[in-house]
Structure formats: structure tokens, C-alpha cells
């Protein structure tokens, strides 16, 4: 049992893993490949419960040969099925939208991305029905003041966004706008970013636009991905 805890358990995690970069080189479609995540991910969990039934077997008949066999396979199982489990458990709590804006009455244009994003399954047109969504699910999404020029305020955007290792597609002074990409790494989607500044009173606010290429839902990835870059580019400011 608990050798076929084992193979359970590394077939599911080579399908998990084969998943990603079987959508990248197009071989699997998105859909083949999430529901390849999922059957590895219940495949791991029945793998686990197996590892449990071999190992309680082997501890009541005080059997030592297979006790190693049987937590390596518990341990694999459980590195493929408890992830997944999360994620989902996770999602049902968060809003079903694609799209963050911390500006959601005029949010930034993407203008550079617009040619790029030509047969993107999610258009650029922002709806009010996920101005809604985000203020139920991400109310801490909110502009960013500062009190420094514009000019010194988009340097700054710049250079937050070049530490996070995204792509930048254009970044203009005279615009005030930035607009760059972030690849995910399993799967290899593309999200658009464009950054926008704007002259205040006191200085600068800035907004921050999150946009997925592809998906209903992003499962929280644009709400973070504006929260670290705000972080990024709240480094070193004066509270």
C-alpha cells in the first residue's frame, strides 16, 4: 500500500508539474491544463489517504520495513493535493473579477499594451460590475499620495517596476505613464500593468491598473500584484 502510495503520488505531482508547460508549448489548452491540476490534486488526496491507511497498518502491527516508504509517499501526496485544496478554498472567498483598478471610476488606460493585447481573451473595457466586485473583495485597493513632484513620483514608479522584474512596455515621462507585463511562472500567463501619475496639491497620486490577458477569475493575483508594487514604490517614503 504504501508503495502504491508512492507511484500515486509522484504520477500526480509529474502531471501537476507538466501541466504549466504543456499550456505554454500549446500542447494542452487552459482548460486541459486546470483540469489537469485538479484530477492530479485529487489524485494526491486518495494518494495520501492510502499513505494514512499503510502507516496506521504498519504502526498497529508494530511493522518497522515500510514506515519510510509510507511518510515519503504521505509527504508527496500532500505537496500536490494541499496547494490546489487551498487555492480553491481561498477563491471562494475573493471577488470574481479579472480587473483592479485603485482608481475604479476613471481607471488607467492601457495605451502601448492596446497592440500587444490584439486577441486577448479579456478586453480592456472596464466594467461597473467589477468596480463593484472590487470594492466588496478589496476595499484597501486605493490610490497612492505622495508628496513628491510628479516627474520624482514616476521615476520612482519606474524604478519599482523595473525591480519587479516585469516587462516594461512603455514608460513615458511626458504621460506621466508606465505600462509593463508580468509573466506568471507555472502557467505563463500574461497580465498587464499600466501606472499612471497625476499632479496633486500636496504632490502626486498614483493609480494602478492590474489586467489579466486571460480568465474569469484571477484568484487574488491583480489585487497583490498592486499591493506589492505600491509597497515597492512606498519604499523609503516619510509616514
Known sequence: MALLALVV???CAACALAAGPGYQMQVLSLGTGLQTIRWAA???AVGAAVA???LVMLVVARGRQGRALAILA???NGVVAVPPALLY?????LPHIHDVSTDTADPPKFVA???IRTGARNAVDYSPQTAIEQHRGYPDIVPLKLGTSPADAFDRVVGAVRSMGWDV???VPSDLRVEATDTTLLFGFKDDVVVRVRPTREG???DVRSLSRVGGSDFGVNARRVRALLRKISEGMPS
Open 204 to 206: 502626486s497620486v498614483i
Open 52 to 54: 494514512v491507511c499503510s
Open 9 to 11: 503520488g509522484l504520477v
Open 74 to 76: 504521505l509527504i508527496i
Open 169 to 171: 512596455v512603455s514608460a
Open 42 to 44: 485529487t489524485g494526491a
Open 89 to 93: 478554498e481561498h477563491a471562494q472567498h
Open 113 to 115: 499594451l492596446l497592440a
